[in-house]
């Protein structure tokens, strides 16, 4: 069982709720001769069957009266039929109050249901459980004498929110009048929402087996209330169970405190009755001149508060708009020199950014690799050994240099005296193929004409 009730809505002090089942094929006939019947003598006001567009296999009843002759009722019933039984229909029934819910009122559901569970053209029965089989609600229903089938009813009843489960031990074997169900000693406003569940004298133990996973137990010859599930906060078991109930046909003062004392608490409301109540107040239809007249008005009324702040708001748009367009031709006034000069903001590089230029980094420098290595390809390949070098004025770095013989500074060259008969001359003997010879001629040849050009 849950333990939390934050997710759900807190059932009104002014709502009476209840869910049950018919097993008749036509409950809409019942109910609109009750209705009638209860119009004619003066029961209710006024009853309406406003149709359910959206869904057609649904039948809703409306119906009005004033409950102690001044608070003002209003309750709506809703058959939706059952898929699984062809003639079976569930019935939802919530009335709101102008005030709080007093529990000597008259019971709405004898008010939409014939009281003595059957009428005219009416062959099945309307106050079965809406999804235990075998449950009733005016009646004493038997616990199973299985244990374990025990055990699955209670919890499968602990679960439906919409009533109120009582489950009672008999201490010894009552007589015709003990077997009478306790809910016709209720008030008027919970016999219709009391499901008495009975255990016999020898159950005593199965059936605590089977509350205990609710985690309450049931006393010889008491009664306990299962608790909503989910429970509301403060929920204490031991205020809801009773240690004795007599059987004798006595009002059981102790066990009405207790049930009145439950349907108090500030219990979850279920979903369905949720939406149930949201479908009353927001699509009701039954209504009088007066209640007519003021919706009217209140609809008046807000439509004039909508069209006030409309108009203000277009104020408002319009004030902001010619502000803006004074702006805007005083700075087009302005001449450009007096303006302002604004930087552009430093711009924070993106992680894309930064990774875009670092990629372009990389391209340029592996680009200035290729472009170096071409160039050093086309440099002239170095001498190999033993190749004479030229220097800077087409002289050789080998033998024959300036410094050593056969230079132009040695003897035998241009610049030092000659003899006819050197053997280093041009014509000497065994100079002709020395490469020697040959480059200091040239040597020779080259300094002669640059200083013939320079006298």
């Not at 296999?57 to 102690?68: D, H, M, P, T, Y």
């Not at 203000?312 to 007096?338: F, I, M, N, T």
Request: include cysteine.
């Amino acid at each position: 069982m849950s333990n939390s009730a934050t997710d759900h809505a807190t059932v009104p002090q002014t709502l009476w709720a209840a869910r049950g089942r018919h097993t008749g094929p036509a409950p809409e006939d019942v109910v609109r001769r009750t209705l009638r019947r209860h119009k004619e003598t003066g029961d209710i006001d006024d009853f309406a069957e406003p149709p359910v567009p959206e869904d057609p296999a649904r039948r809703v009843f409306e119906a009005r009266w004033r409950a102690a002759g001044t608070v003002t009722v209003r309750a709506r019933l809703t058959l939706v039929p059952r898929e699984s039984r062809p003639h079976g229909h569930e019935w939802r029934l919530v009335a709101e109050a102008e005030r709080p819910w007093d529990d000597a009122w008259p019971s709405p559901a004898t008010l939409f249901w014939p009281e003595d569970g059957s009428g005219e053209g009416d062959d099945g029965s309307w106050d079965r459980h809406a999804t235990v089989a075998g449950l009733h609600f005016r009646q004493v229903n038997a616990l199973p004498a299985d244990d374990k089938e025990m055990r699955r009813r209670l919890r499968e009843a602990a679960r439906e929110a919409w009533c109120v489960n009582l489950v009672v031990h008999e201490a010894m074997t009552p007589d015709e009048q003990g077997r009478l169900p306790l809910a016709r000693l209720l008030p008027p406003g919970l016999r219709h929402r009391v499901v008495e569940h009975r255990a016999a004298p020898q159950q005593l133990r199965g059936v605590n087996w089977a509350l205990k996973d609710l985690g309450v137990e049931v006393p010889r010859g008491g009664a306990v209330l299962l608790p909503p599930d989910p429970a509301p906060e403060g929920y204490d078991r031991r205020e809801h169970s009773v240690r004795n109930v007599f059987l004798d046909g006595s009002e059981p003062a102790e066990l009405i405190a207790a049930v009145r004392h439950f349907t108090t608490l500030p219990r979850p409301l279920p979903r369905d009755a949720e939406e149930a109540l949201t479908d009353l107040r927001e699509n009701w239809t039954l209504l009088t001149v007066q209640e007519e007249l003021e919706r009217e008005r209140g609809l008046v009324t807000m439509y004039a508060e909508a069209l006030e702040a409309m108009t203000k708001s277009r104020d408002l748009y319009k004030h902001a708009a010619e502000q803006a367009l004074e702006a805007l031709a005083a700075y087009r006034d302005v001449p450009v020199s007096v303006l302002p000069q604004q930087r552009p903001a430093a711009r924070t590089p993106t992680a894309l950014q930064q990774l875009t230029r670092t990629f372009e980094r990389l391209k340029l420098t592996a680009k200035g690799r290729r472009e170096a290595e071409p160039a050093a390809d086309a440099s002239p390949d170095p001498a190999p050994p033993g190749t004479p070098a030229e220097g800077p004025r087409g002289e050789t770095d080998g033998p024959g240099t300036p410094d050593g013989p056969g230079t132009a500074g040695g003897p035998g060259t241009a610049g030092g005296p000659r003899s006819a008969d050197s053997p280093d001359e041009a014509g000497g003997p065994g100079k002709a193929d020395s490469p020697d010879a040959a480059g200091s001629r040239g040597t020779a040849g080259v300094r002669g004409r640059a200083d013939g050009r320079s006298s």
